[in-house]
């Protein structure tokens, strides 16, 4: 009978997508059955997870488990009190399915995301190996293992610090980058995050999304760090691959890249949670135009709240209708501005892109490595602003956009930036670190790369 594996991801696309990489690559390399047990919130919209999961290989299940009710949840909960609550009140429903799923064949592994640690107990009781899939950084996950200990160094809260943050094997990290669950310490998500940070020593291993030549410091120190208990894996840069034959949207972008220089481009998107008020909306365009530069920018609805499309992408109004008057025929020639969504890794492999203006997801960097893009930093929530500081101040492959005051990015400091990145040497000397980590990206998916040994270790564990 074949190796079967269990996948409990977190809730958001962001979690899935990665996750179903990870499926794609270890199929590569070995025969397995592979079932992803999907925790959903009522009202929660499932279709994108379902088509994502029916495109997959025919020995790749899913089920969906009953959605449980946030009801009772606050207006203002934050985005990370309600994927903990999603899983957390999933947990029977898991019981339950793992139970069930021992009877017929019974896993070798269950795997989780940054938001699973909580079913370790489950998957102890019914004798099932634990992992983390690390859908972040290496970087991240250092922070993730010093959480509890920065807990008891600092009493304070983190953006009142005045020195630096000095992680092991990272570079520091000012106080008001630390990931944003973590900077309100009487909100319950603060708590959350830290319960959660004790149990990443709980599992067998904890693959991360990443690759050694990406980041061989903060691999090293976990490597000798008494602090990191299990085994570290790096299996990436696990990307969503474009599609052969484009079409409908996917087609016109494309086309429209067709006709503009090679490296002429800068791609401007936020991902799939991240939001935008109507006032830094407005301010963007501003800035878009007086640069002068060529771009393809994916509007979406505006909202006060960064991550308001987190849990559904779909906007609701036409997002094109909140640009300045006059916008659009202004820069027609120059720019093209989509609505909601676009067809990001067939934007970003194409070769007349040259630039990525960016939230800063872990998803979104890794794509724009893989194809050798330099960015602009435009960190929103959770993480971002972390990996913003390793993109600029270890890397050096993007530059990063000053808030004013008001929070918000002006429209000299868009143009600017945009301008840094095309007409600037810092612009020439991020393309040239860019194209070679893309290589080395590459290198570590190859045959005998460091990725590829890595993910297969893991592999001949769970075949055994």
């Given at each position: 009978?074949?190796?079967?594996?269990?996948?409990?991801?977190?809730?958001?696309?962001?979690?899935?997508?990665?996750?179903?990489?990870?499926?794609?690559?270890?199929?590569?390399?070995?025969?397995?059955?592979?079932?992803?047990?999907?925790?959903?919130?009522?009202?929660?919209?499932?279709?994108?997870?379902?088509?994502?999961?029916?495109?997959?290989?025919?020995?790749?299940?899913?089920?969906?488990?009953?959605?449980?009710?946030?009801?009772?949840?606050?207006?203002?909960?934050?985005?990370?009190?309600?994927?903990?609550?999603?899983?957390?009140?999933?947990?029977?429903?898991?019981?339950?399915?793992?139970?069930?799923?021992?009877?017929?064949?019974?896993?070798?592994?269950?795997?989780?995301?940054?938001?699973?640690?909580?079913?370790?107990?489950?998957?102890?009781?019914?004798?099932?190996?634990?992992?983390?899939?690390?859908?972040?950084?290496?970087?991240?996950?250092?922070?993730i293992f010093y959480t509890p200990i920065l807990d008891q160094m600092f009493a304070c809260e983190y953006r009142e610090l005045l020195e630096p943050v000095k992680l092991p094997g990272c570079v520091p990290v000012q106080g008001s980058d630390i990931p944003e669950p973590l900077q309100d310490k009487k909100n319950e998500s603060y708590k959350n995050i830290v319960e959660i940070s004790k149990m990443f020593s709980m599992p067998k291993g904890i693959l991360?999304?990443?690759?050694?030549?990406?980041?061989?410091?903060?691999?090293?120190?976990?490597?000798?760090?008494?602090?990191?208990?299990?085994?570290?894996?790096?299996?990436?840069?696990?990307?969503?691959?474009?599609?052969?034959?484009?079409?409908?949207?996917?087609?016109?972008?494309?086309?429209?890249?067709?006709?503009?220089?090679?490296?002429?481009?800068?791609?401007?998107?936020?991902?799939?949670?991240?939001?935008?008020?109507?006032?830094?909306?407005?301010?963007?365009?501003?800035?878009?135009?007086?640069?002068?530069?060529?771009?393809?920018?994916?509007?979406?609805?505006?909202?006060?709240?960064?991550?308001?499309?987190?849990?559904?992408?779909?906007?609701?109004?036409?997002?094109?209708?909140?640009?300045?008057?006059?916008?659009?025929?202004?820069?027609?020639?120059?720019?093209?501005?989509?609505?909601?969504?676009?067809?990001?890794?067939?934007?970003?492999?194409?070769?007349?892109?040259?630039?990525?203006?960016?939230?800063?997801?872990?998803?979104?960097?890794?794509?724009?490595?893989?194809?050798?893009?330099?960015?602009?930093?435009?960190?929103?929530?959770?993480?971002?602003?972390?990996?913003?500081?390793?993109?600029?101040?270890?890397?050096?492959?993007?530059?990063?956009?000053?808030?004013?005051?008001?929070?918000?990015?002006?429209?000299?400091?868009?143009?600017?930036?945009?301008?840094?990145?095309?007409?600037?040497?810092?612009?020439?000397?991020?393309?040239?670190?860019?194209?070679?980590?893309?290589?080395?990206?590459?290198?570590?998916?190859?045959?005998?790369?460091?990725?590829?040994?890595?993910?297969?270790?893991?592999?001949?564990?769970?075949?055994?």
């Open positions: 009978m074949e190796a079967h594996i269990a996948v409990f991801p977190s809730p958001g696309m962001g979690h899935l997508i990665p996750l179903t990489q990870l499926a794609h690559q270890l199929l590569l390399h070995r025969r397995f059955f592979i079932t992803f047990i999907i925790p959903t919130a009522t009202g929660s919209p499932i279709k994108p997870q379902k088509d994502i999961l029916n495109a997959m290989p025919e020995n790749i299940t899913s089920i969906f488990l009953p959605p449980v009710d946030l009801n009772d949840l606050p207006d203002d909960a934050t985005m990370e009190t309600r994927i903990s609550l999603t899983l957390t009140r999933s947990l029977p429903a898991l019981r339950e399915t793992l139970t069930e799923l021992t009877t017929q064949n019974r896993p070798s592994a269950l795997v989780v995301d940054l938001f699973g640690p909580p079913s370790f107990e489950i998957a102890k009781e019914l004798n099932i190996p634990s992992y983390i899939f690390g859908t972040f950084s290496a970087m991240s996950l250092v922070s991360v999304n990443s690759f050694v030549e990406l980041e061989p410091s903060s691999f090293k120190a976990m490597q000798e760090g008494e602090w990191c208990k299990p085994d570290i894996h790096a299996v990436g840069p696990l990307i969503r691959k474009g599609s052969d034959n484009p079409t409908g949207d996917e087609f016109e972008c494309l086309k429209w890249l067709d006709k503009h220089p090679v490296g002429s481009v800068l791609f401007v998107s936020f991902g799939s949670g991240g939001t935008l008020s109507q006032k830094q909306v407005d301010e963007l365009a501003f800035g878009l135009e007086e640069s002068g530069q060529r771009f393809i920018w994916v509007v979406k609805s505006p909202n006060d709240k960064a991550n308001a499309s987190y849990f559904n992408a779909e906007t609701h109004h036409d997002p094109l209708g909140y640009l300045p008057d006059g916008f659009l025929d202004r820069v027609k020639n120059r720019g093209l501005v989509v609505s909601s969504w676009a067809p990001q890794v067939e934007i970003l492999s194409h070769e007349s892109t040259g630039g990525f203006l960016t939230h800063c997801g872990w998803n979104s960097i890794l794509e724009g490595v893989v194809n050798g893009v330099p960015m602009i930093a435009w960190p929103l929530y959770a993480e971002q602003r972390m990996n913003a500081v390793f993109l600029t101040d270890d890397l050096r492959v993007a530059c990063r956009v000053k808030v004013d005051e008001n929070g918000v990015v002006g429209r000299n400091e868009i143009d600017s930036c945009v301008r840094c990145l095309f007409e600037g040497e810092d612009g020439r000397k991020m393309r040239l670190k860019m194209s070679e980590l893309k290589d080395l990206g590459a290198m570590a998916l190859s045959q005998d790369g460091s990725s590829t040994r890595s993910l297969l270790h893991v592999a001949e564990k769970w075949v055994e």
